[in-house]
Every structure is written in C-alpha cells, then in structure tokens.
C-alpha cells in the first residue's frame, strides 16, 4: 500500500546576496544583515515641506494646532524654517494624539501632512508637504551598515539607478536644483523616513538615511519575505 506524504517548504525569496555579518552579531532588535545587498520593491517619495515664509493661515493655523497638543510653549521653532517639527521624548499617548489630529484635519490640494517615528520611536515628526513636485522613483536594491562617525547608528542605502548615469539620475539632479535649501520629506512605500535639507545639488543616484528607527528598518526590508509553497510527494512503499 502506497502512502503519499506531502510536505510544504517555505522558501524564502527574500534573500542577502552577500552577508558579511549575521544580524544575531547585532543589537537585538535589528533582524536584517550588515553590509549586505537586498532585492527590495520600494517606491519613495520625495516632496518639498511648505517653507514658513511662503505658509499661508489656511497652513499655519492647523500646523500651530497640532505643535500645541505636545508642546504648550508659546515660543516654539519650527524646523528649518518650514512647516516641519520635531519632538523627542514623546509618550505614546501623545503620538497617538497627534496622529489623529492629523488624521481628523484635512488640508487644502495640493497639501498633505506626513507623520512619523525616529530614533528609537519616541521621537515624532510631522509637518506639511506640497505635492505639486513629488519626485517618485522605483528601488530595487538597499543595503545598511553601521557608521561611527553617527554614533554607531545604523544607515540605510539605496540608489536611484544601477551606478551608471540614467535618466532617473539626471531628473533627480533637477529636481534637487530646483529645491535647493528646502527640506524633503522623505517616504518608501508611504512610510515617513527622514526630512533633510538640500544644501547641496545631488548629482549621483545614491541616497543615505542616517535617523531611521530600526523597528522601520526590519519593516521595510522585511516585507517582501513572502512564503513561496512547493509541495513535495514522497512515495512510502
């Protein structure tokens, strides 16, 4: 008599390419491999922040509404000079109360809010962005490593193209020229990563985000791990 076993293997298609060092030689909240390569599927966003100067009431008025449901102070900053603030040493309750202010507030067209974590989650991140120039790039590859220089933080990188001047690369460079000095926020896969300021014109395709929280961090690269079933007969006489 004949028995058929099935069994199912999981194989992971998410994979490092080259590990160097394994993430259990790591702090023990980041489950992804230092130096290494990863196939990703992130779509990230860059859009200019709405600078205070240019803000309107219509902007002002809920930006200021929302810094004082964590900050009572009358003399508050602003970050860079745009509608952009930062909070560290926040409680989870008020993240969350933020977060549906946020949510509750809508903003005139073409404006948005964008929200997010940093550090190690206790920092929040909010402000308002202008959509009427998002820059919009496919990534497939990223890596992280640890930089001394940055305290021992781990750094994300990725790249707009394959190393080679493209089209991307060149669109990107323009897009850089033409907001120079403004701050960007920055989003893979609509989630909020960091908002540097343009000092600089970015000829290259290469992107690094230094104040990425690592629960970010596995979510981003983990994602993709998708379980690919293969089933597998054995024959038992």
């Known amino acids: 008599m004949k028995k058929l076993v099935t069994l199912l293997l999981v194989l992971f298609a998410f994979a490092p390419l080259q ?32 600078s205070q100067g240019s803000a309107t009431m219509e902007l002002l008025e809920p930006m200021f509404n929302a810094v ?27 993240i969350v109360k933020v977060g549906e202010y946020l949510h509750q507030t809508p903003l005139p067209s073409p404006y948005e809010w964008f929200l997010g974590l940093q550090n190690d989650d206790d920092t929040i991140v909010f402000g308002i962005k202008d959509t009427t120039e998002t820059f919009l790039a496919n990534v497939a590859e990223a890596s992280i490593h640890i930089e001394p220089l940055y305290g021992n933080i781990p750094v994300v990188g990725f790249r707009l193209d394959n190393g080679e001047p493209t089209e991307i690369t060149k669109a990107f460079k323009d897009f850089t020229q033409r907001n120079l000095f403004k701050a960007i ?22 992107i690094e985000a230094t104040s990425m929280s690592v629960p970010l961090i596995n979510k981003l690269f983990l994602r993709d791990i998708e379980p690919e ?4 007969v054995i024959m038992d006489e």
């Not at 989630?191 to 395709?205: C, H, R």
């Not at 079933?229 to 597998?232: A, G, M, R, S, T």
């Open 19 to 50: 590990a160097k060092i394994h993430f259990t030689d790591l702090p023990d909240t980041l489950q992804v491999d230092l130096d290494t390569k990863y196939a990703v599927h992130w779509s990230v966003a860059f859009t200019p922040i709405v």
């Open 68 to 94: 004082r449901l964590i900050n009572e102070s009358e003399n508050f900053q602003l970050t860079a000079n745009s509608l952009l603030y930062e909070q560290s040493n926040c409680t989870m309750e008020q």
């Open 185 to 206: 926020a920055t989003e893979i896969n609509g989630d909020f990563i960091m908002a540097p300021t343009l000092n600089n014109v970015i000829e290259g395709g290469a």
């Open 229 to 232: 079933i293969e089933e597998v």
